[in-house]
């Protein structure tokens, strides 16, 4: 029936698969390009169903590209149609670390998040983000590019499941957490007739102009030479082989192409910080770009912002959302709330963990919806 149903959308022109090209040049974001149920690991199999989907989105500047994600649909008989975006962290930056084919990068603490939301009866989107299984590079940490994919899946949700209401809310991780910040800030302007109701945002990238000149000599180099490549995809004076050193190109050489996050993170993990950057130190102007693609709260919040952060997070550290993410948001003075859950003694992926069922009881007040009893 899910396979009859997208050939309808097909035809009805609400898929583009099959469209003339003249139609295809310039698609609506949300646009769905192809659908193929796909059959989802046991997990989450036992709560849900999935779609993978093509979807049409736009660039930092503007133009049409191609992204891809997945469209969850719970199992259980009371569903709330409505959607949450789930944004997911870091992967890596190659096509082989995409989270809707490479279910080795679907995270434990992802698949954990999406359950507790198929759970309670939502539709769940998961974005893999631009260049993430699409030709072009995957703009790794900025801000805007992944905003953009968390929002128009929201879109590709409605139009692959009509009967899903407008409301929405965002949830994500880590970058994803970073992800749905920008989100939250273009919302009003990107979303057409959607309305966001809310966002979760846990142990989210920000501030990355203060976290970047600490990174070189610490475990969590990969991020930064990941984040150089990502300013490279949308900005061409930044020219990684310009940033590290040959010593740290000839690690990266060493990289297999399907290298993710953990082995990119194990390659450059033993380099000094001389061996990494010139000097130990990384260029100024890379640092002030950085924070100029990758900060969020540059622009003001949209919705209500529940962020999760625990204290021993050493991938983003708990000070940088505490003392400076936290002020920042609340500096623009808007009549939202912003809503900070320390979670002592919790590392990264453990803040995941340990908020699955806050968060979603956040999620459902601001759709509506009864808070179970816990």
Not at 15 to 21: D, E, K, L, Y
Not at 122 to 145: F, I, K, M, R
Not at 295 to 322: F, K, M
Request: net charge neutral; glycine share 8%; charged share 15%.
């Amino acid at each position: 029936m899910r396979r009859i149903f997208i050939t309808v959308l097909i035809a009805a022109g609400l898929i583009s698969g099959g469209t003339p090209a003249a139609v295809a040049a310039a698609p609506a974001p949300g646009t769905i390009v192809s659908a193929t149920v796909i059959t989802l690991p046991a997990d989450l199999a036992a709560k849900g169903t999935a779609v993978r989907i093509e979807y049409r989105t736009t660039d930092i500047r503007g133009a049409a590209i191609t992204a891809t994600g997945l469209i969850l649909t719970p199992k259980t008989t009371l569903k709330r149609n409505r959607v949450v975006v789930w944004a997911h962290g870091t992967t890596g930056i190659t096509d082989a670390c995409v989270p809707s084919t490479n279910y080795q990068v679907f995270w434990p603490e992802a698949r954990k998040a999406v359950l507790e939301l198929l759970r309670r009866g939502y539709t769940v989107a998961a974005p893999d983000y631009p260049g993430l299984g699409t030709p072009q590079a995957h703009p790794y940490l900025v801000g805007e590019s992944e905003a953009r994919s968390i929002i128009d899946i929201a879109k590709s949700s409605r139009i692959l499941y009509p009967g899903l209401g407008k409301e929405y809310a965002l949830d994500g991780h880590s970058q994803g957490g970073q992800g749905v910040l920008f989100a939250g800030e273009i919302a009003p302007s990107y979303d057409g007739d959607l309305v966001l109701k809310g966002l979760a945002a846990i142990a989210p990238a920000s501030n990355l102009d203060v976290i970047a000149p600490d990174i070189p000599g610490t475990e969590g180099q990969g991020y930064l030479v990941m984040a150089v490549a990502g300013l490279s995809a949308v900005d061409s004076s930044v020219k990684p082989e310009q940033v590290f050193t040959s010593y740290a190109k000839s690690k990266a050489a060493e990289l297999p192409a399907n290298a993710c996050l953990n082995e990119i993170l194990a390659k450059f993990r033993p380099l000094t910080a001389e061996q990494l950057v010139p000097n130990g130190q990384v260029p100024p102007t890379i640092v002030s770009k950085l924070g100029q693609y990758g900060n969020p709260a540059q622009r003001p919040p949209t919705s209500p912002i529940l962020v999760v952060h625990g204290t021993a997070d050493v991938a983003v550290p708990y000070v940088i959302t505490e003392q400076f993410l936290i002020p920042q948001l609340q500096a623009w003075n808007k009549p939202y709330p912003i809503t900070l859950v320390t979670l002592e003694g919790r590392d990264h992926e453990g803040a995941v963990y340990d908020s699955t069922v806050t968060v979603a009881d956040q999620i459902d007040r601001w759709l509506g919806f009864p808070v179970p009893q816990h």
